[in-house]
């Protein structure tokens, strides 16, 4: 490597700004670890005159990002955003040329992973994207690098500082979801349109990236089963609660006889698990591994500082000369395990059913459930809501994913029931 190492940073918004403030003022420290002088030589933003809090003296300005990508640089770290456009363009490009890059960006690598990792092997590049997934965490690392020897059999991960951080003050207040997203968004813990958060494509990204770092195979985002946590409610959190569980967005992925699964739902862990324990914005990711067994890393999954911190990570390993290919092995060896057919996935459910309060209701329902081989752990018929108007939460013990959408589909039908059924995973950990 060059020594000034020289950096183009593309974007400098939350993380950008954050990676320039930290390189210049840590430059010491991270002279010695990197064991070069690192250098941010180029920038690209939209706006030349927005302050940004940092000193861009010296720096080379290009409006357009393409132009960032010349010979004269090392690394481009792109921190604009997006799966497709200007960062997917500046991406390719530089790899193409033989430049690495880091990148923060899990829309990006969740959809285009597979053709970047092989153009960055093609061209001998590093393609680092640490900062992807649960920001200042190391997970990618811990994964890929640090859980080596292990085929890693199952990864849990709160992939969402604003998911878990809405779930967590649903339950400590009591509050609705829309009201308590409302408020998130008046502190800036939640966007304006929060679609990617509480509809679980953000966590679909990431855990797209830590299965592939995890398993050594092509991100697969598009077949991820995603659903979020708009339709949970402060009823399903008190009754979580009673039965034992806490509600939390997880991303999984777990190697079962079925194949690789990979889901992204909101999730009752037991109130006993480490997970449970992680509340507000904090990120975790959870391992289990042959080796390794258990494993717990949590921290802060966004943020300027948090992710730009893993950020300059990336670039002081490519600094250090550690080549590790993107997704753990060489393409030609990804893993090529098939992806578990999910409607096949044996797992307990949570079931909210809005029932009318009159007899012989009960009845109905567990005819059908009977039916379909599903046995009810336990059931729990609750006060009114509305005049006539009862919620019935029931507890599967594990069952087939088809079976009970079957049953949940012939229950639906019901004129008793007046909402369609609201289902959530069970999980069981060791
Ligand atoms: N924020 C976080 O906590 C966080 C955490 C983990 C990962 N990430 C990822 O990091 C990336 C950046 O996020 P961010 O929060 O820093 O975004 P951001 O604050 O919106 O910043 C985006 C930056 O990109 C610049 N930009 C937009 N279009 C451009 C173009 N066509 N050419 C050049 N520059 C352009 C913007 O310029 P102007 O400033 O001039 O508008 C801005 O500086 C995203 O992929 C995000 O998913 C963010």
Request: glycine letters at 8%.
């Amino acid at each position: 490597m060059h020594n000034p190492l020289r950096i183009a940073v593309a974007g400098l918004g939350t993380v950008g700004s954050s990676v320039v403030r930290i390189i210049q003022n840590e430059k010491l420290s991270l002279f010695d670890k990197a064991g070069s002088d690192l250098v941010v030589s180029a920038v690209s933003a939209r706006d030349k005159n927005r302050d940004r809090g940092v000193d861009l003296a010296n720096i080379d300005w290009h409006d357009d990002a393409k132009n960032l990508i010349q010979d004269n640089i090392d690394i481009l770290v792109e921190v604009i955003g997006g799966a497709d456009g200007v960062a997917y363009d500046i991406v390719k490009a530089a790899l193409g040329k033989g430049i690495s890059v880091v990148t923060a960006n899990k829309a990006l690598l969740a959809v285009h992973g597979s053709e970047l990792a092989q153009l960055a092997e093609q061209n001998n590049a590093h393609l680092k994207y640490e900062a992807a997934v649960a920001g200042a965490i190391p997970a990618i690392k811990a994964v890929r690098e640090g859980l080596a020897a292990n085929q890693i059999t199952s990864i849990y991960g709160i992939l969402n500082g604003t998911c878990n951080y809405i779930l967590t003050q649903m339950r400590e207040t009591g509050g609705s979801f829309n009201e308590i997203l409302k408020e998130a968004q008046d502190k800036g813990y939640a966007e304006a349109d929060p679609s990617f958060d509480i509809d679980g494509v953000d966590t679909a990204h990431k855990t797209a990236l830590l299965a592939a770092a995890a398993f050594n195979m092509a991100p697969d985002f598009n077949h991820i089963p995603t659903r979020g946590i708009r339709h949970v409610t402060s009823t399903d959190i008190c009754y979580a609660e009673d039965l034992g569980y806490k509600i939390k967005l997880l991303g999984v992925v777990r190697k079962t006889d079925l194949g690789i699964e990979q889901s992204v739902e909101p999730c009752l862990v037991d109130l006993n698990t480490p997970l449970a324990a992680i509340d507000g914005s904090l990120n975790a990711v959870y391992t289990e591994s042959p080796f390794a067994h258990e494993t717990l890393m949590v921290g802060r999954g966004a943020g300027g500082d948090p992710t730009a911190s893993a950020v300059v990570a990336d670039i002081i390993d490519i600094a250090r000369g550690v080549h590790i290919s993107p997704f753990g092995v060489p393409s030609e060896k990804w893993n090529d395990t098939p992806m578990a057919d999910m409607d096949e996935r044996m797992v307990a459910s949570y079931i909210r059913l809005i029932v009318e309060d009159s007899p012989g209701v009960l009845a109905d329902i567990s005819g059908i459930l009977r039916d379909e081989n599903i046995s009810i752990q336990s059931a729990l018929q609750l006060s009114e809501i509305t005049k006539g108007i009862v919620p019935l939460i029931l507890i599967t013990h594990t069952v087939k994913t088809k079976a009970l959408k079957g049953a949940l589909a012939k229950i639906e039908k019901l004129r008793s029931v007046k909402e369609q059924p609201f289902t959530m995973r069970i999980i069981e950990q060791e």
